[in-house]
């Protein structure tokens, strides 16, 4: 008999033990001849070599599902014990991107959504361009985070320019963050989908996660970080600019837009589609488009669209 300490690493200890301890309680029943001992990030485990290393395999195993789950039951433990679930599946299984914080699948839905994921894999920087529906922040939303997930960058950095169909964030109430926290909902509305409460609270308040006005951008480089500028159509040209010179080592950069919706005075180009014409021949830099055919939300939204734009033509 042996005595071996198992730290759980990349998981919340309290997700494996379950609630009032019943998922551990299973372990305990499967592993019948180990004696198990938790107590908080440790395990303390008596037993032979070869159930050690048994049970070393299952919270293993465990933890992998966690992660990628981002749920787990009864009824998948005892799966995973038995060795019925497999975790290590492939996540390019039907246009899969990863599992949302319930456990459901994220997927990209569209021809022009799956483009956008085969195009941050072979490049740093990637724009998104269509109209409202066709899920362009919630696809690089999610590709965001599946590349946290996977240890590919340490942290995610999500902004927005602060220019609203002629709001003004002075006349807003409240303090700085309760000023922009309303430009910035889609962007936690997308995270809360993908990322479990407790885990995103975790991320926002240690800076893994950051959401924050373009205007805070200037002066940094971001190293290792996978970076979304949302909204890009009301760039200035000098904006644009500044933000994409922050690229620093080992970043992706996704910026997303709607050309047809561009809030900023009438006589100030968009730096979006500034950036169309000045990079799209630069090797590494993809530009999507998405149209009215990725539209994913109520079925008017297509038919309005595509209104608007028949009276643009005009």
Known sequence: MIEKTILIENADPRDIYGSNNKYLNLLKSHFKGLKITARGHSLKINGTEENIAQFEDGIAEIIRHLNKYNSLTVNQLERILKGEMDSKESENANNLILYGSNGQPIKA?????????????????????????????????????????????????????????????GFLPGDLKEKLDPYMQPLYDALRDMIPAEKLTYYLETGVIQIAPLAFMRG???????????????????????????????????VTGDASQIDLPKKQASGLNEAQKILSKIKGISFIHLNEGDVIRHGLVKNIIKAYDKEDDK
């Open 220 to 254: 940094r480089t971001l190293d290792g970080a996978f970076v979304i500028l949302d909204e890009a159509q009301n760039t200035t040209r000098s904006q644009m600019k500044m933000f994409l010179t922050r690229m620093g080592m080992d970043a992706k950069f996704v």
């Open 109 to 169: 839905r569209t021809v022009n959504q799956r483009k956008m994921v085969k195009a941050i894999e072979s490049n740093d920087m990637l724009f998104a361009i269509g109209p409202a529906g066709t899920g362009k922040t919630y696809t690089g939303v999610a590709l965001a985070v599946k590349a946290l997930k996977n240890k590919e960058v340490k942290r995610i950095i999500l902004t927005r320019p602060a220019v609203e169909a002629g709001e003004n964030l």
